[in-house]
C-alpha cells in the first residue's frame, strides 16, 4: 500500500487537497481536505439581515448570483415577498448567464486541459487536443474568452456587474430594463448562440437539447469529423478513455431545482435514486464528526446548525462538514438536475453505466443548450415599464430558507432573524455535498467514494485518472466550507 | 528611420496565488475585454509561471515552482497574491495550510514575497484584509501591509520588494480586469514608478477618480433628487448608503462587463476599494444621518457649503428630476423648448 498527498490541486475554484491510498495500481481509499476556512456563517451572526446581500456573494467569485439568489429567497420567505414577474424574469438570467458562463469556464478552462496532459504524449488523438485544449495556450481558451466576456454583458446590462452584484433582493431586481436594452439582451444572446453553435457544439441548439439516448449521442457525434465541434471533440475522447466508467456515483442524486417562473421551476426539485421523489428539506442535517469543528451530538440541522472552528482537533481531516439526506450521501450538480428534471438522454447514460466522469460532463454541455434556449425566452417575456422588484419592510424575528441551484449543484442558506439582526446563518454549498469528508458512520462523501478503484499508472504523482474524476464534479471549494 | 521600438526584454514571471478569498478576482480578470485576458498577457510580454485556474501544472509541480523561486533557480518577476493572508488560529495560519505541503500559506507568500521583483495585491482581501476579516474577524485574515487601515499586515509597511516598491494594492471587491491589466502591462514595460500610487498603495490610474465621477445619476445629484428605494432611478446619497462620492476608482468611467457599474445596477457603492469598506458601522443600504444630514460628504467638500449648496438645489429641483428619481424607469422626457407646440 503506498500512500498518495495530492495538491495543491488547481484548475477547481479553491484550494482541494486529496490524500490516497494506492495498491495494486488502483485508488483503495480516498481523503478528500478543503483546507480553508473562512467563517463566513459567524461574520454574518449579528449583522442587519439586508447585509447578508452584501456578504454571501463574496463567499464564491464563482456562484456569487447563486449566494445572492439563496441569500434573498430566505429574506422573502421572512418579510413574505413575492418577486414580480419581471424581477423573476431579471434574476433568472442574471442566475442562467453565470451557470452557463460557468459550465463554459469548467468545459474549456479547468476540465479539457488534462487531456493535454503529457502522459498522453502516445494516443493518437493528443496532438490535436494539445493544440485546441492545452492550458493557457490552446487554441480553444482563445476563442471562449472574448465570447464568455461578450456573454458576461448580460451582467452589466442586468446586475451592474459581476461577481458581487447587489441588484438580486428578496423582492425581484433593482435594475429595471427599458425595450432598447431587452433588444441588447438579445442581440448579446443570439451572439452566444452563434458560438455555441459554431464551436462548442457544431450544431443547433435544439438538436443537441433534443437528444434523447445514448446510441442518439453516438450516431449525432459520427455524422461529423471529431474535430469539427468541441463536443464532438470530447466525445471522441471520452469514450475511448473509458470515462463512462470512471468515478462512479454512488446512486443517489439531489437538485433543489431552480430558475423559478410563476411557481414552477425551469428544472425540478427532488430526489433521484432508482426514479425520482420528492425532496424533504427538513431531512438535511451536518455531521462534524471528522471535521475541524467542536464537536456536538449528532447530526445538525442547519436551521440550529453551528459553526465552531476547532483546528486541533486530531480526528477531523477537513474543514468541510459532511450534509447528509435521510442520513445518507447525495451527489448534485448538472447530472443530478438532469436526472431529477427527467432529461432523457441523462436518464438513458445513466441507466446504462450509472453516474461517471462522462455523463458529469455530457449533462453540463446539454443543460448549457437548455438553459440557453429558456434565456430567449425570458428576455422575449420582459414587460418594459411594469415593476422590477416589490419591497416590505423587515421583521424583528423569523426564520426562512433559500434553496437554488448553482452551476455545480444544490446550494441551501438557512436563516433565523432575531431582535432584527441575523441570529443564525447557515449555508450549505453543492461541493460541501460532493467533496464531504466522511460522517459518524464512516460513510465517506461522493468524491471519496467516486475515488475508489481509480487507476494509477506506475510513477504517476498526480495520476490522471483522479484529475479527471475530482475535475468532472466541477468542485468550488470556496463555497464548500465558506 | 526611428521605428521607435521598444528593446526586446526577457518575459517577465508571474507567479499567482489564493488565499482568504473568493476567487471572485480571478473570475473577474478572465473577463477581460478589448483585449481578452490572454492577448494582455502576451502583449506584456508576461508569461504565466502558474496559476491556480489557468495552469495545467498540479501538486508536486506546483510546490516545485515555488521551490525553484525560493531557492533563487527560477526568477519571479511578479507576485500576485489574491485573497486575505489567514493568521488564525492564533497566529498559527492553520486556517490555510498549502495542500500538498503540510504548512501554513501564509509562510509560503512570505517566503515568494521575499523573491518577488514586484508583489501585487489583487483585490481589497489580499490588500487590506476584505471582507474575510469582516465580523470580528476570528480567522485573523489581514492584507499584505496592511491589516484594515493600520499599516502592518504580513509583510509590515516596510516591506520593499526587489523594485524597490511596496506592495501594490490593486484594491476592489472584486477589481475591475482593466485596473489589474494595466498595472501589470505598466510593470512589465518598465514605467510603473512609486508616484504611480496613492496613500493605500492602490495604482492611481485608477484611483485618481471617484466613483461619482461618470455616475448617470449625476443630475439627481445635483439638484438632490433622491432616490428612496432600491430600484428607483434617483441619487442614492441621501437615502441608500451611496459612497460614489468618496470611493476612489473610475467604475464609471469604463464599463464593467461591457456595460454597467454598481450604480447603473440600481445599488449603491459600498466603497469596496477602501480599506475596512467591509464593515462601515451601519447597514449597507442605508445612509447614516445626523439632524438629516447624511455622515459620510463628498470627498473636499467642507460641509457647511454642502449643506447650503444642498438646500439651495433641493429648491430647484426640477419637476422632472423629482419625479424620475423615486420611479424605476425614465417617466418623464427632457423638453425641448424649440419645439412649438400647437
Redesign the interface.
Known amino acids: 500500500m503506498t500512500k498518495l498527498v495530492v495538491g495543491p490541486f488547481n484548475r477547481v475554484e479553491g484550494d482541494l487537497e486529496v490524500k490516497l491510498d494506492i495498491a495494486d495500481g488502483r485508488v483503495k481509499q480516498a481523503h478528500v481536505n478543503s483546507p480553508l476556512y473562512r467563517g463566513f456563517e459567524r461574520i454574518l451572526a449579528g449583522k442587519p439581515p439586508a447585509d447578508a446581500l452584501v456578504y454571501a456573494p463574496r463567499i464564491c467569485g464563482i456562484c456569487s448570483v447563486s449566494q445572492s439568489v439563496a441569500a434573498a429567497q430566505a429574506l422573502a420567505e421572512v418579510q413574505g415577498l413575492v418577486m414580480p414577474p419581471n424581477g423573476e424574469l431579471a434574476v433568472n438570467l442574471v442566475h442562467a448567464t453565470e451557470n452557463v458562463a460557468d459550465h463554459l469556464t469548467h468545459f474549456y478552462l479547468f476540465f479539457m486541459p488534462d487531456f493535454a496532459r503529457e502522459v498522453y504524449a502516445g494516443e493518437a488523438w493528443h496532438a490535436a487536443a494539445r493544440e485546441r485544449f492545452a492550458a493557457i495556450k490552446g487554441i480553444a481558451a482563445q476563442d471562449v474568452l472574448p465570447a464568455r466576456a461578450q456573454f458576461m454583458h448580460l451582467m452589466g446590462l442586468l446586475a451592474g456587474k459581476w461577481p458581487h452584484t447587489l441588484s438580486i433582493q428578496p423582492g425581484g431586481s433593482t435594475r429595471a430594463v427599458t425595450s432598447g436594452e431587452i433588444a441588447r439582451l438579445a442581440a448579446i444572446l443570439s451572439s452566444f448562440r452563434r458560438f455555441l453553435e459554431r464551436t462548442l457544439f457544431g450544431d443547433r441548439l435544439e438538436r443537441i437539447a433534443a437528444l434523447s439516448s445514448a446510441s442518439e449521442l453516438e450516431s449525432w457525434a459520427a455524422e461529423k469529423a471529431p474535430e469539427s465541434s468541441d463536443f464532438r471533440h470530447f466525445l471522441s475522447l471520452s469514450i475511448p478513455l473509458g470515462l463512462n466508467r470512471l468515478g462512479p456515483s454512488a446512486g443517489r442524486f439531489m437538485s433543489f431545482g431552480a430558475y423559478g417562473s410563476g411557481g414552477t421551476p425551469l428544472f425540478a426539485r427532488g430526489v433521484f435514486e432508482n426514479g425520482v421523489r420528492a425532496l424533504d428539506a427538513l431531512a438535511i442535517a451536518e455531521d462534524v464528526s471528522h471535521a475541524w469543528y467542536k464537536a456536538h451530538a449528532g447530526a445538525m440541522p442547519p436551521l440550529t446548525g453551528e459553526t465552531l472552528p476547532d483546528a486541533d482537533r486530531t480526528d477531523a481531516y477537513s474543514w468541510c462538514k459532511a450534509p447528509r439526506l435521510d442520513g445518507g450521501i447525495a451527489e448534485t450538480g448538472a447530472l443530478a438536475r438532469q436526472l431529477v428534471d427527467g432529461h432523457p438522454l441523462i436518464r438513458d447514460l445513466v441507466a446504462r453505466d450509472g453516474g461517471n466522469v462522462h455523463a458529469r460532463v455530457v449533462a453540463r454541455l446539454v443543460e448549457i443548450a437548455l438553459v440557453v434556449i429558456a434565456m430567449e425566452g425570458w428576455v422575449n417575456a420582459l414587460q418594459p415599464g411594469e415593476r422590477f422588484i416589490a419591497h416590505a419592510k423587515m421583521p424583528e424575528s423569523g426564520e426562512g430558507t433559500g434553496l437554488t441551484e448553482a452551476a455545480r449543484g444544490s446550494l441551501g442558506h438557512w436563516l433565523k432573524i432575531e431582535k432584527g439582526r441575523i441570529a443564525n446563518y447557515q449555508i450549505i454549498a453543492p461541493t460541501t455535498w460532493n467533496f464531504s469528508p466522511r460522517d459518524a458512520e464512516g460513510t465517506p462523501g461522493p468524491l471519496e467514494q467516486a475515488l475508489v478503484g481509480a487507476p494509477v499508472r506506475p510513477g504517476e504523482t498526480e495520476p490522471v485518472a483522479v484529475q479527471h474524476i475530482v475535475r468532472s464534479f466541477d468542485p468550488c471549494l470556496v463555497c464548500t466550507v465558506h | 528611420m526611428n521605428m521607435h521600438q521598444p528593446e526586446k526584454r526577457r518575459p517577465l514571471r508571474l507567479f499567482w496565488m ?11 480578470l ?4 478589448g483585449p ?4 494582455t498577457f502576451e502583449a506584456a510580454n508576461i508569461e ?1 509561471l ?1 496559476h ?12 516545485e515552482i515555488m521551490r525553484r523561486i525560493i531557492d533563487g533557480e527560477e526568477t519571479l518577476d511578479i507576485l500576485c497574491l489574491e485573497g486575505s493572508v ?1 493568521r488564525g ?1 492564533n497566529g ?1 495560519g ?8 503540510g504548512r501554513p500559506v501564509m509562510d509560503w507568500i512570505a517566503d515568494l514575497a521575499a523573491k518577488a521583483g514586484h508583489v501585487v495585491a489583487v483585490g481589497s482581501c489580499a490588500a487590506y484584509g476584505g ?2 476579516a ?3 474577524n ?2 485573523e ?1 489581514c492584507g499584505l501591509s496592511y491589516d484594515g487601515q493600520k499599516e502592518g499586515g504580513l509583510l509590515g509597511a516596510e516591506f520593499r520588494s526587489r523594485s524597490g516598491l511596496p506592495v501594490i494594492n490593486v484594491a476592489g ?2 477589481i475591475h480586469p482593466g485596473w489589474l491589466t494595466e498595472t501589470l502591462h505598466t510593470i512589465a514595460a518598465g514605467r510603473f514608478g512609486a508616484n504611480d500610487i496613492d496613500e493605500w498603495e492602490r495604482p492611481l490610474s485608477y484611483t485618481m477618480h471617484l466613483v461619482h465621477h461618470g455616475c448617470a445619476r449625476n443630475e439627481f445629484y445635483e439638484f438632490k433628487a433622491s432616490a428612496e ?3 428607483d432611478l434617483g441619487c442614492m446619497m441621501e437615502n441608500l448608503g451611496c459612497k460614489g462620492t468618496q470611493a476612489r476608482a473610475d467604475c464609471n468611467m469604463r ?14 457603492c ?1 466603497n469596496c476599494t477602501a480599506p475596512g469598506f467591509e464593515e462601515p458601522g451601519h ?3 442605508l445612509t447614516p444621518k445626523i439632524s438629516g444630514i447624511p455622515v459620510g460628504l463628498p470627498t473636499d467638500m467642507p460641509k457647511a457649503w454642502f449643506v447650503a449648496l444642498a438646500s439651495l438645489s433641493k429648491a430647484a429641483t426640477p419637476a422632472r428630476l423629482k419625479e424620475n428619481a423615486v420611479a ?3 417617466t418623464r422626457p427632457p423638453v425641448d423648448r424649440q419645439k412649438k407646440t400647437r
Open positions: 489564493q488565499s482568504g478569498g473568493c476567487g471572485g478576482c480571478t473570475l473577474s478572465i473577463g477581460a475585454e481578452d485576458l490572454l492577448a504565466v502558474w491556480p485556474s489557468l495552469s495545467e501544472e498540479s501538486g508536486s509541480a506546483v510546490i489567514m488560529p498559527t492553520k486556517f490555510h495550510m498549502m495542500a500538498g505541503t471582507v474575510t469582516a465580523g470580528a476570528e480567522v485574515a471587491c472584486p428605494k432600491l430600484c464599463a464593467w462587463n461591457g456595460a454597467g457599474s454598481c450604480l447603473d445596477g440600481g445599488y449603491p459600498i447597514a449597507f443600504t424605476d424607469h425614465l
